[in-house]
């Protein structure tokens, strides 16, 4: 059940804005998104749980939708720092408050000056 | 927030041994997982580790081959046995806050990389 992430890659410049989407064929309870820099642990963004509001982290911002069970994370005049590869993970809605996370494949995200 | 340290950070191994990876948390946490990453790859998990109960093992992932300790709410071990080349990879441990202003976020080791000849 592993969530489908698209694109796969994308490369920006500075300033520019990008969409990723994450989408499970199961019903889930939430939405993690993190990002990891090459070499490093990854990092928490946000959480879009069911029911929930749009969540930001700075200029990312990201929603849930419930009907569709997909996610999308809008990165808004992007930032050298944004580069890296970012991961969704899904909490199934029958798993609720496990925080046992599936992760996407991810994206990874180039951002060019 | 949480800080994790792990050891090793990376290790050569020889196929057929054994390694032993620590992971200390600097506050009480319940609830810890390990996580399995190829480089370059998406993270799966391998199991849940919280304190006072046995692990889960997700689905491809089974206890003689990674057995692991929780003795406390800071620490613990995952081993992989009998080591082959496809256990190259790298491990993480993973925490998760359960309460407060960081409630759901899990918190990442920095990885040990294991490399089986």
């Known amino acids: 059940q592993q969530p489908v992430q698209s694109p796969q890659a994308v490369i920006l410049r500075e300033g520019e804005d990008a969409v990723i989407n994450c989408s499970s064929s199961?019903?889930?309870?939430?939405v993690h998104w993190y990002r990891q820099k090459h070499g490093e642990a990854p990092v928490f963004l946000m959480i879009l749980l069911k029911g929930g509001e749009q969540m930001r982290h700075e200029k990312i911002s990201a929603s849930f939708n419930e009907k569709k069970q997909q996610s999308s994370l809008y990165l808004t005049a992007s930032q050298l720092s944004y580069s890296g590869t970012y991961f969704c993970g899904t909490e199934l809605g029958l798993g609720a408050g496990s925080y046992q996370l599936t992760f996407g494949k991810g994206t990874k995200l180039s951002v060019i000056p | 927030s949480a800080v994790i340290s792990q050891k090793p950070s990376r290790d050569i191994c020889q196929r057929g041994t054994s390694l032993t990876i620590q992971c200390q948390v600097d506050?009480?946490?319940?609830?810890m997982f390990w996580y399995r990453q190829q480089p370059g790859q998406s993270l799966t998990l391998i199991a849940t580790a919280n304190q006072g109960s046995e692990a889960t093992y997700e689905s491809g992932f089974v206890i003689d081959k990674f057995p692991i300790s929780r003795p406390n709410l800071t620490f613990s071990t995952l081993t992989v046995s009998n080591m082959s080349p496809e256990d190259s990879s790298i491990y993480l441990c993973s925490v998760v806050l359960t309460s407060g202003a960081n409630t759901g976020e899990l918190f990442f080791g920095e990885g040990s990389r294991l490399t089986v000849l």
């Open positions: 199961k019903a889930l309870y939430s």
């Open positions: 506050s009480q946490v319940t609830m």
